[in-house]
């Protein structure tokens, strides 16, 4: 069995997983769809704060510290994992990403995979049209390659900690019903198999590096035999690469353009997935400079900065997410992440036994 220390440590690392995230998440909103270079002039350097997105953001409107819908949707995640005691079902799943869709005021930030999706099945269309060339029948090959099932992942490896197995499995379920090619799986299990390597006591930087790279072999492998097989980079390959460019970098800051330059940091899974991890590495796994880091590489930078947090949180713990910034995203939040770390620590406890 896995080795995650006594039952008040695993938590305080759950914690730190889902605050991290919401920190990046709410941090990132702020430099959404700008360049490195623009970033540095505005802010006078790297933005180390919470600030209201702008108008010209996907979150304008948002107050500082307001999560954006990447973590809202990995809040509902963990909320159905809690409601089906770890034993989460895709049917369940999908009417929890129903609710949301149709009741959080984050759902209008919808991505461009899940939206049409989440859209079809509630008009009870033929979701199999969504994508589809003229009469071709191949979907796009980009229709669910986006990061959407990857965003919202860490709950899975939250709750299989030290399982990398048990984490990816999940990942793939819950990224089937919007996002069912062997790219987006690869991405989810990158991330999900990292976040259940950093709950393990005597876990690293390098430990959880490696958890990465399995997790988006194994994702890959299961996407392609029970989804679909897509054209595209390999997810492994680039997060080789943007481990690579995070260890040859300087400081942060020539990190986040040697990654952006490498892998690149859009939308796409193949690109933010890698920075994520990329810049994890960077950070040495601190969760301010992984946000950070997240925050100031530009383009997808909430998604990118949540994931990565999620990563570094997971591995120190909530004792290295600065508390008045958590308190910030507490206070302008409707989510109690603390109950929800609660609800996902027993189910963790429960496995690791």
Not at 49 to 68: K, R, V, Y
Not at 159 to 173: F, M, Q, S
Not at 211 to 219: E, V
Not at 312 to 325: K, Q, S
Request: charged share 20%; proline share 4%; aromatic share 4%.
């Amino acid at each position: 069995m896995p080795d995650v220390g006594n039952r008040e440590r695993l938590h305080d690392h759950i914690l730190g997983s889902l605050a991290a995230a919401a920190l990046g998440d709410a941090m990132g909103a702020a430099t959404e769809q700008h360049a490195i270079p623009e970033i540095l002039e505005e802010y006078g350097g790297l933005l180390r704060e919470l600030l209201a997105p702008s108008s010209d953001t996907f979150s304008g409107g948002n107050l500082p510290g307001q999560i954006t819908d990447d973590t809202s949707q990995m809040f509902a995640l963990a909320e159905s994992l809690i409601e089906a005691n770890g034993d989460l079902t895709e049917d369940a799943w999908v009417q929890k990403l129903l609710h949301w869709s149709q009741t959080s005021p984050m759902a209008r930030m919808m991505g461009p995979t899940t939206k049409p999706l989440l859209e079809a099945i509630a008009a009870g269309e033929d979701t199999a049209s969504i994508g589809r060339v003229g009469t071709s029948t191949r979907k796009l090959t980009s229709f669910g390659t986006t990061n959407g099932a990857a965003m919202r992942i860490a709950p899975a490896g939250l709750v299989y900690p030290g399982d990398l197995e048990g984490a990816v499995r999940l990942a793939w379920l819950t990224a089937r019903p919007t996002h069912d090619t062997q790219i987006a799986s690869s991405g989810a299990g990158a991330i999900a198999a990292g976040v259940a390597q950093a709950l393990t006591t005597g876990a690293d930087v390098y430990a959880v590096a490696q958890a990465c790279l399995w997790g988006a072999r194994r994702g890959e492998e299961i996407g392609a035999a029970e989804g679909r097989l897509v054209a595209g980079p390999s997810v492994t390959r680039r997060i080789e690469i943007a481990i690579d460019e995070a260890l040859r970098s300087r400081d942060l800051e020539d990190a986040l353009r040697r990654i952006e330059a490498s892998v690149g940091n859009s939308v796409m899974t193949v690109e933010s997935v890698p920075a994520a991890v990329g810049i994890f590495v960077a950070a040495a796994g601190d969760p301010l400079e992984t946000v950070v880091g997240g925050t100031n590489i530009g383009n997808d930078s909430d998604t990118i900065a949540a994931m990565a947090g999620s990563l570094a949180g997971a591995l120190r713990g909530i004792t290295a997410v600065p508390p008045d910034l958590f308190d910030t995203v507490k206070a302008v939040n409707s989510e109690d992440i603390e109950g929800l770390a609660d609800g996902l620590t027993e189910i963790a406890w429960r496995r690791s036994r």
